[in-house]
């Protein structure tokens, strides 16, 4: 029959991107504001979002051997504690006081923008970044604040096997 015949088809399917066609020029205008429209709502949240930096690093954790030698021999004497060495090493990287180091070496209890990126979340406005801590007092809390920003958001994972540790923030 006539739905059977592969010219009917043909002309089917160029009728119906002809339909398409004709129904995008005729709401060309609409197509073009809504294509503009979403450009521009892109581009304002790419400037309006305040960026979130990660940082990953990958550090290798040697033990040093005793030096005690066994009596008799000049070999060293094999070293039993070496999970407990290593777990030692993992809670080190995850202290308050490498975190206090790490927030008074880079300055971060001055930085306002540090402070301010977890309060509401990562995509925080400017309008809510804390100001600069004046009293003893204020400095104190930002200290603690980035202390405690530094200590939560750290991640310390080791890799099964081996001497490596992953460390990100």
């Given at each position: 029959?006539?739905?059977?015949d592969?010219?009917?088809?043909?002309?089917?399917s160029?009728?119906s991107?002809?339909?398409?066609?004709?129904?995008?020029l005729?709401?060309r205008?609409?197509?073009?504001?809504?294509?503009?429209l979403?450009?521009?709502?892109?581009?304002?949240?790419?400037?309006?979002?305040?960026?979130?930096?990660?940082?990953?690093?990958t550090?290798?954790?040697d033990e040093?051997?005793?030096?005690v030698v066994?009596v008799?021999?000049q070999?060293?004497?094999?070293?039993?504690?070496?999970e407990?060495?290593?777990?030692?090493?993992?809670?080190?990287?995850?202290?308050?006081?490498?975190?206090?180091?790490v927030?008074s070496?880079?300055?971060?209890?001055?930085?306002?923008?540090?402070?301010?990126?977890w309060?509401n979340g990562p995509?925080?406005?400017?309008?809510?970044?804390?100001?600069?801590?004046?009293?003893g007092?204020?400095?104190?809390a930002?200290?603690?604040k980035?202390?405690?920003?530094?200590?939560?958001?750290?991640?310390i994972?080791?890799v099964?096997l081996s001497?490596?540790?992953?460390?990100s923030?």
């Amino acid at each position: 029959g006539i739905l059977e015949d592969p010219a009917f088809e043909r002309e089917d399917s160029s009728l119906s991107l002809r339909h398409y066609w004709g129904l995008a020029l005729k709401y060309r205008w609409l197509l073009l504001c809504a294509l503009i429209l979403g450009l521009a709502a892109g581009v304002m949240a790419t400037l309006f979002t305040t960026p979130v930096y990660k940082a990953s690093a990958t550090v290798q954790i040697d033990e040093e051997p005793a030096k005690v030698v066994v009596v008799g021999t000049q070999q060293p004497a094999p070293s039993s504690g070496s999970e407990k060495f290593y777990l030692t090493q993992y809670e080190l990287l995850k202290s308050r006081a490498l975190a206090e180091r790490v927030v008074s070496n880079e300055g971060l209890a001055r930085n306002t923008r540090f402070l301010g990126q977890w309060d509401n979340g990562p995509r925080e406005g400017p309008s809510t970044v804390p100001s600069v801590p004046k009293s003893g007092a204020e400095q104190g809390a930002a200290a603690s604040k980035a202390v405690g920003l530094v200590s939560g958001h750290l991640r310390i994972e080791p890799v099964r096997l081996s001497r490596i540790v992953k460390v990100s923030y």
